[in-house]
């Protein structure tokens, strides 16, 4: 006999609570508010096809569903508490199974982020997570709260860059080339996002403004400027790049860049007094910050070349409905 629906929860979902006063197998979760903080909550959904290809690993997809959900509470420098789960599967395939609560639990102790409900349906394949987080009232970094003089920064890994992401999909789509080892490095930034949560917890009281990379950089930053009614420009060549995305045509190289996607990386703003500040929150969460460019009063974003040509630019971002997209 296959597993059933309630088997399944209580194997591979089901674990002692630690905060919530009452977790997965009643009606609703009991969670105790900590005092005089604010809640900060967001969903995000994965489906197959869409979100990731039908041959990712299953800890992986376990690890991106998390990630891209603690990358909201990032943004809003939030502290992660707790997580509901919604699941729709094909089939009860216990292999799967295994290896994605595998990879989603081992993120969500390196957060110290608890699962306390969800909901499980037989369906295509698709995975929605709601996460909860604390923050103190009126500190929640915002994409509204932007002021022209800002300068534009933007987190990465150490060595690596925006458009990674990006790249890894391209080749997979046999649009760019990415040799053997290389390629492995680019794929982990598409399947393996950290989500940025201790330097958001750093900048409150630092950053003006922040918001997280999933739709691309143009787009994303648009939301920002759109949301506090200022314009910026960019600096392209401070964006930074890994070598292999650095090594590649120009037209891809501005692709994976300015309109990527899937980066999980924090892009936010902060007063030019606050450089060191910065500097010393990066460091402090172990991940580089660049300068990517500067806010400026006049509406609209600009993009200065290496060239010294500076260019406007629409601030579209990826669109699920507007947006071309192919399956993969
Ligand atoms: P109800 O019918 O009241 O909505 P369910 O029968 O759907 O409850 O779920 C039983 C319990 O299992 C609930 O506590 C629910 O939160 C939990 N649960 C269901 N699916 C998941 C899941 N994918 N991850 C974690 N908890 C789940
Ligand atoms: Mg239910």
């Not at 990630?67 to 089939?91: I, Q, W």
């Amino acid at each position: 006999m296959p597993l059933g629906e309630f088997d399944l929860i209580a194997r591979y979902f089901t674990r002692p609570t630690r905060r919530a006063v009452l977790g997965i197998g009643d009606d609703c979760a009991l969670l105790a508010p900590t005092p005089g903080l604010q809640w900060a909550v967001s969903s995000d959904l994965l489906v197959e096809g869409r979100h990731f290809v039908s041959t990712v690993a299953p800890n992986a997809l376990g690890h991106k569903s998390l990630a891209v959900n603690l990358s909201d509470l990032a943004a809003c420098g939030a502290t992660p508490v707790a997580f509901s789960l919604m699941l729709a599967l094909p089939r009860v395939d216990e292999a799967f199974l295994q290896g994605f609560a595998d990879g989603l639990f081992a993120l969500a102790d390196a957060h110290g982020i608890e699962l306390v409900g969800g909901d499980t349906t037989a369906g295509p394949l698709a995975v929605g997570i709601t996460v909860m987080g604390e923050v103190p009232p009126a500190q929640a970094l915002r994409r509204d709260a932007a002021r022209a003089g800002d300068d534009l920064w933007v987190s990465h890994a150490p060595g690596r860059g925006l458009g990674d992401a990006r790249l890894a999909l391209e080749v997979l789509r046999d649009r760019a080339a990415v040799p053997g080892e290389a390629f492995a490095r680019v794929r982990r930034a598409m399947e393996w996002p950290q989500p940025r949560v201790a330097l958001g917890q750093r900048l409150r009281g630092i950053a003006h403004a922040a918001i997280d990379l999933s739709d691309g950089l143009s787009g994303d930053l648009g939301h920002v400027l759109q949301r506090s009614g200022v314009g910026a420009r960019l600096e392209f060549a401070a964006l930074p790049r890994s070598p292999e995305l650095a090594t590649q045509p120009d037209a891809l190289l501005r692709t994976c860049l300015l309109e990527g996607g899937d980066d999980y990386e924090l892009l936010f703003s902060a007063p030019r007094t606050a450089r060191a500040a910065v500097r010393q929150a990066a460091a402090e969460s172990g991940v580089a910050v660049s300068c990517i460019g500067e806010l400026l009063p006049e509406r609209g974003l600009r993009v200065a070349w290496p060239d010294g040509r500076t260019t406007a630019r629409a601030t579209r971002g990826f669109d699920h409905f507007a947006s071309d997209w192919e399956p993969t």
